[in-house]
C-alpha cells in the first residue's frame, strides 16, 4: 500500500552515506566560502581572457548574473581544437557544442586555485598565439 511498489531493485546505501559526508564536508567548510572562493577565480578568469582579446566570452557580460562556470570561444577555430589544446596542457574544460555554439566552458571550484587560473590563460594564449 505504499510507495515501496514501485521500488524494483535494492537501494545504494553506500551513495547516501557518500552523500551525507559530503554534505558534512561542504558544511564545514561554509557554502558562502565556497561560493566566494569559486567567484574570485571565474572573475580573475573572465578578466584574462578579456586582456587576450581573441576570446568571445559566452556567459553574461554583467558579474551578478555569471557563475564559476565561463564559457568562451575563439573566433575561427573549432571547440574541439580548443579542448584538445588544453587537453595536452592537463586542463579539462568541457566542449559546449549544444546551438551550434562552438564554445569551451572552463568551471571553478573549491579544489581549484590561482595557479589553475593562470595554467587556463597560458593555455589559451598559447592556442591563440598558433
Do not use: W
Not at 571547440?79 to 569551451?104: C, H, Q, Y
Amino acid at each position: 500500500p505504499s510507495a515501496q511498489r514501485y521500488e524494483y531493485a535494492t537501494q545504494n546505501e553506500l551513495l547516501f552515506i557518500g552523500l551525507h559526508e559530503s554534505l558534512k564536508f561542504v558544511n564545514s567548510i561554509g557554502i558562502q566560502k565556497i561560493r566566494e572562493h569559486n567567484e574570485l577565480l571565474s572573475e580573475k578568469f573572465y578578466e584574462e581572457i578579456l586582456k587576450t582579446g581573441g576570446c568571445e566570452i559566452l556567459s553574461p557580460e554583467e558579474r551578478e548574473f555569471r557563475s564559476s562556470m565561463i564559457t568562451f570561444r575563439i573566433r575561427g577555430k573549432s571547440f574541439n581544437d580548443i579542448t584538445g589544446a588544453m587537453g595536452k596542457d592537463k586542463i579539462r574544460v568541457r566542449p559546449v557544442s549544444e546551438a551550434d555554439l562552438n564554445g569551451v566552458r572552463v568551471s571553478f571550484h573549491l579544489y581549484n586555485d590561482l595557479d589553475d587560473v593562470e595554467r587556463a590563460v597560458t593555455s589559451i594564449k598559447n592556442f591563440i598565439k598558433t
